[in-house]
């Protein structure tokens, strides 16, 4: 079962059934149009809240959007989840749809999987082919490449953007990154060390006691980061939302949550709801 936090999980998720709905109205109106929902970390099933006692398990976003008929169901569901326990309960959940939607559950890694959907929508028979995509992973799991794949194709990217618990917890004070970590974050933004020093970090006034270059962090390093996604996500998509922004109960920002789309209206639809849940947050 994944474990989260507080109730920025559900709000998420929230967010998430309540652009499917207004999608789905659209595409309503273009029927010739075949929908898919790709979700590329879509965990066991459930989440569940630290807060609750009793621990109750609450269904999590696949269920939801499995069950959403009106104004129509999508044409087709495809959910890939790399562990295989989360993947065999993910199932488990949504065996009782299997005979009546067309939902495939898939044991993989999603860098793999998207760049398969990428090659798939690219062909000239799928042109009709529209996508809306959640991509909710809980660390520093997603490619950039992955995401640069999309590139001009019909797809609604809904991302979780691990800023606060990913991104600067990898940036040292002082400059002094491991490889390893460089690495990550070079994989994960799609920029090398270099540019992303130059990004993060500016040289101080002062030296080290040997003489050598001293480099200090930038101030407020998690929401710079999220403007750095974001303006990476506008190489990738025409129209970059505002991010629904997560906190952790001490009021830390962990998570930004972006909608990158070449549509218009799908941006303005998301930055209301976005809006919205920010403004409940307070
Ligand atoms: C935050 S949970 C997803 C929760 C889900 N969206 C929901 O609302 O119920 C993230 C999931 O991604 C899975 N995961 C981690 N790395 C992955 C990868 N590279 N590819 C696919 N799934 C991955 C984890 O096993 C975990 O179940």
Not at 226 to 246: M, N, T
Request: proline content about 3%; overall charge positive; charged content about 25%.
């Amino acid at each position: 079962m994944n474990e989260f936090g507080g109730n920025w999980t559900e709000n998420k998720i929230e967010i998430l059934v309540e652009y499917a709905f207004a999608y789905l109205t659209i595409m309503n109106n273009f029927r010739f149009l075949k929908t898919i929902y790709y979700d590329g970390f879509a965990g066991s099933g459930f989440i569940q809240e630290k807060s609750k006692l009793d621990n109750k398990k609450v269904f999590g976003a696949a269920k939801r959007i499995v069950e959403i008929e009106k104004p129509i169901p999508f044409n087709l569901y495809y959910f890939v989840e790399k562990d295989l326990e989360n993947f065999e309960s993910l199932k488990d959940v949504l065996k009782e749809h299997q005979n009546t939607k067309e939902i495939y559950v898939v044991h993989e890694d999603c860098n793999v999987k998207i760049k398969k959907l990428s090659n798939f929508l690219k062909k000239p028979e799928n042109k009709n082919y529209r996508v809306l995509s959640y991509i909710d992973p809980c660390g520093m799991q997603l490619r950039w490449d992955s995401i640069a794949s999309l590139k001009g194709l019909g797809v609604d990217l809904w991302v979780l953007v691990p800023t606060g618990l990913g991104v600067n917890r990898l940036l040292k004070k002082n400059g002094d990154i491991s490889d390893a970590w460089l690495n990550r974050l070079e994989v994960f933004l799609g920029m090398d060390r270099n540019e992303i020093k130059d990004f993060f970090y500016q040289k101080s006034s002062q030296v080290s006691l040997f003489g050598n270059e001293i480099y200090d962090k930038i101030n407020d390093p998690v929401n710079r980061s999220a403007e750095l996604y974001s303006s990476r996500l506008k190489e990738i998509f025409k129209f970059v939302s505002e991010p629904y922004i997560l906190k952790n109960s001490t009021n830390s920002i962990m998570f930004h949550f972006f909608m990158g789309s070449n549509n218009p209206t799908a941006a303005r639809i998301a930055n209301d709801i976005i809006k919205k849940y920010n403004q409940k947050n307070g």
